[in-house]
C-alpha cells in the first residue's frame, strides 16, 4: 500500500492552452493579451508564459509589478510586458535594463515621475477612471495634459466592474465613459477596455486588444452562462486515516460538530496552511472515487491547518491512501468559491503559490 502525506496540484496547460484560442475567436478581431501576475494566478509563470509565447503566438502580457516582469522578460524576448501597478523608485531599475517592459501610468504624479526619470523613449500606456474608481486618471486630470503628453503614450485603458453581470447598467456606462474620454483625448491610440469578463459582452467591450486573465486560467468569468472554459486547475489530498466516530462525540476544533448517529469520518491531509479556506468549515465537501463510483462527503467540524474531517459514512471500500479530490471538472474552484463565500480567483492564488504541494504539470509537448 502506499501513503502518501501531501496535497497534489494539478496543472493542466493542454486545457490553458485551449482556453486561450477558445476566447481568441470570442475576440474576433482583438488582440489577445494574457494576464500572468501574480505568478500566473498562482498557477507558475515560468510554465505558463513561455507556453503562451511560444505555441499561443502571444506577444502581449500583463502583470502587475514590475518585479514580475523581470521574472520572465528573458523567456519572451519578442513580447511585451505592461505593468500595471507601474513605475517608481523600487522598480524604476528594472525599466532601466529592460526596453520591453512598459508601465502603465495612471495619476499625474507617476506620470511626473516617468518623465523625470524616463530611460529611452519607449512609451508607456496610460489607465483611465471610467467608474470602477480605483487606478486611473480622473478627467479633469486628462483636461491638463498637453497634446504633446497625451500622444506621448501607446495604449489608452480602462477596468470594468460589473463585466461578469451582462445585464448591469454600469457595463454600458463604462463604455460610453472610456469612448467618450478616448475620443476626446486620445483618438488615434489602440484601447484597452475589458479583462477577461468584457471579452463576452461583445465588439464595443473588446476594443483593439483585451487582457484574458481568469477565464483562461478556466474560471468562470461570464456566470450568467455555462462555462465555456476547461478546468485547468485539480487539486488531490491522501487520507491520512478512517475512523469510527460514535454517536454524541464531537469533531475539530471548538467542537462545533457533533455526531447525531454513529458515523465513520476520513482525515484528510489538507488544510488552511494549503490554502483550502477555512470558511469551509461544516460546509464544504470532498469527493472520492472508489470502485469506479463518484461519491460526495461533507467536511464536518473546523478546518485547521494541515487536516479536514470528512463524514464517509456512506463510502464503502474507503482506504487510507486514497485520495479525496477537491477541486476537478466536476467540482471546480468557482464551486469552491461559491460554497467557501469567497471567489474562485481568490483560492487559486492561495493555493497556486502554496509550497507544500506536490506540484504536476501537464503538458503535451
Known sequence: MTVLTRPILEIDLNNLLDNYHTLQKIAGEAVCAAVVKDDAYGLGDANVVPMLY?????????????????????????????????????????????????PVISCPQMLDFWKANRPDKRKPAIQIETGLNRLGFREAELAKMSDDERKDFCLVMSHLACGDEKDHFMNAHQADNFNNLKNTYFPKLPASLS???????????QQDLVRLGAAMYGINTAPYRPNQMKNVVRIQAPVLQIEPLPKGDFVGYSATYRANTNRKIAIISIGYGDGLPRSLSNVGKVFFNVSGKLSEARIIGRVSMDNIICDVTDISNLEVGDMAFLADEFYTLDDMGRDAATISYEIMSRIGKNTRYVRKVLFRS
Open 54 to 102: 511560444k505555441e499561443a503566438g502571444c506577444r502581449h502580457f500583463f502583470v502587475a509589478h514590475a518585479i514580475e516582469a523581470e521574472r520572465i522578460v528573458s523567456l519572451i524576448p519578442e513580447a511585451t510586458i505592461f505593468v500595471l501597478q507601474g513605475i517608481g523608485e523600487d522598480c524604476l531599475e528594472i525599466f532601466k535594463q529592460h526596453k520591453q517592459i512598459v
Open 195 to 205: 479583462a477577461s469578463d468584457g471579452v463576452f459582452l461583445g465588439k464595443e467591450f
